[in-house]
């Protein structure tokens, strides 16, 4: 056993002495190992990795070149399943990706490892975009699944690799590829909060309603997360506004629950439904009365939600408003249910077709310096007192 261990020892001393070598790029040892010493160089250590995997990772062609003249197969696999490509991918070493693909031998360019990944996902998921150009040029599959049914696209798009992204998409990617939460690299960006992802998807034809096994959409998710650029991003570019996930939520439901005002008003002035039953028979304007958004329950009155609608309790939105102790929304929606106050209300609340009469704001300056105001807060205050005058007026 003695005799077994001392050979286990000595083997180990000479692998990772070639395996210096090549990290080093030490051609001069290298060669001293293979013809002083007689050492054969194809081995490898406990982790599979080879001389040529170690001389790849580092990026030295002439070792890479003088291994391969050795007998060193440039196929061979790590544990992981990684080729010496892989390696070169990964810490973008371009030229020899270039030379695996290219040279008199080609190694399998869309070969894939113990994760069904390939060098590209691999170079993508290390953002090495010069690897990902070598491999797109020279023939790399950019459709190709891994076993989470991610693309190169998808890993691009949830990392927020904008400009990798860009790169992608002039390889002409398959855009609606699912992976295995059926989510496609839209779901990815936009619930990652990615806009320059989305922004160059969506130009390279995504499909901006494609729902993922819970039923949301992009618009779905970036509302979701609250990312209100995005989610203003798919409603320009014609996202469907109705759309309901598995609980039965609108992208309307979402917003008026989170108190996204600027979201809620595009939806309503874009024409979303307004008075959508989700699963819990709640509509947009229970949720927002419940949340204490007065401005999105005034939002959804304007565009007409029906406030006598109750939710599987029996209960209307003033009677939930009520319930969290919202008193004013509660008065609000008590005053909206006559139909006569609620059209004078609406009335009041529409834009007029001839201008206001300009009006004069005198300033304190001392008190804008100490208190830091600002016009747009002042212009909102005055837009809030005359909505809410002219309501009690009613």
């Known amino acids: 056993m003695a005799a077994n261990g001392q050979e ?3 083997e180990d001393i000479i692998t990772s002495a070639i395996l210096v070598a090549c990290e080093e790029g030490n051609l001069a040892a290298l060669e001293e190992l293979a013809n002083v010493h007689r050492l054969n ?7 599979g990795e080879t001389a040529m995997h170690v001389s790849s990772g580092a990026g030295y062609e002439q070792l890479v070149v003088y291994l391969q003249a050795r007998g060193c197969p440039t196929e061979v696999e790590d544990r992981r399943g990684d080729t010496p490509l892989f390696w070169a991918a990964r810490n973008g070493h371009a030229h020899l990706v270039r030379y695996f693909v290219s040279s008199k031998n080609p ?3 869309n070969r894939v490892n113990r994760n069904k990944e390939t060098a590209l996902h691999v170079a993508t998921r290390y953002a090495q975009m010069e690897s990902v150009l070598a491999l797109l040029e020279n023939g790399a599959d950019i459709d190709i699944q891994d076993e989470h049914g991610e693309t190169a696209l998808h890993i691009a798009s949830w990392h927020g690799y904008a400009l990798l992204l860009s790169i992608l998409c002039r390889f002409n990617p398959k855009m609606d590829l699912l992976n295995q939460d059926d989510e496609t690299a839209l779901h990815c960006a936009a619930a990652r909060g990615h806009l320059e992802c989305v922004q ?4 390279t034809g995504a499909p901006v309603d494609a729902q993922d096994q819970t039923g949301q959409t992009a618009l779905h998710l970036a509302l979701r997360r609250s990312h209100i650029d995005i989610a203003l991003l798919l409603i320009t570019k014609g996202c469907s506004l109705d759309i309901q996930d598995e609980n039965g939520d609108t992208p309307l439901h979402i917003a008026s629950r989170l108190g996204l005002a600027s979201a809620v008003q595009t939806l309503c002035h874009l024409g979303a439904s307004v008075d959508v039953i989700n699963a819990q028979s709640l509509t947009p304007l229970h949720l927002a009365a419940k949340e204490g958004h007065i401005e999105i329950v005034r939002c959804l009155c304007l565009a007409g939600a029906n406030v006598h609608i109750k939710n599987k309790d029996g209960f209307t939105a003033e009677i939930i408003a009520l319930a969290q102790e919202n008193a004013q929304i509660g008065s609000l929606l008590s005053k909206m249910k006559s139909d006569q106050t609620r059209d004078l209300y609406i009335e009041q609340l529409c834009p007029l077709d001839s201008p206001l009469r300009r009006i004069k704001l005198k300033l304190d300056w001392n008190d804008w ?4 105001c600002s016009f ?3 212009f909102r205050q005055l837009a809030d007192d005359w909505q809410q005058l002219s309501f009690e007026s009613v």
Not at 41 to 47: H, M, Q
Not at 369 to 372: A, E, G, K, Q
């Open 376 to 378: 747009e807060k002042i």
């Open 8 to 10: 286990e020892t000595t």
């Open 41 to 47: 160089l194809n081995v490898a250590n406990r982790l």
């Open 200 to 203: 160059s998807l969506l130009e």
């Open 107 to 109: 190694v399998n360019i």
């Open 369 to 372: 310096i100490n208190h830091r």
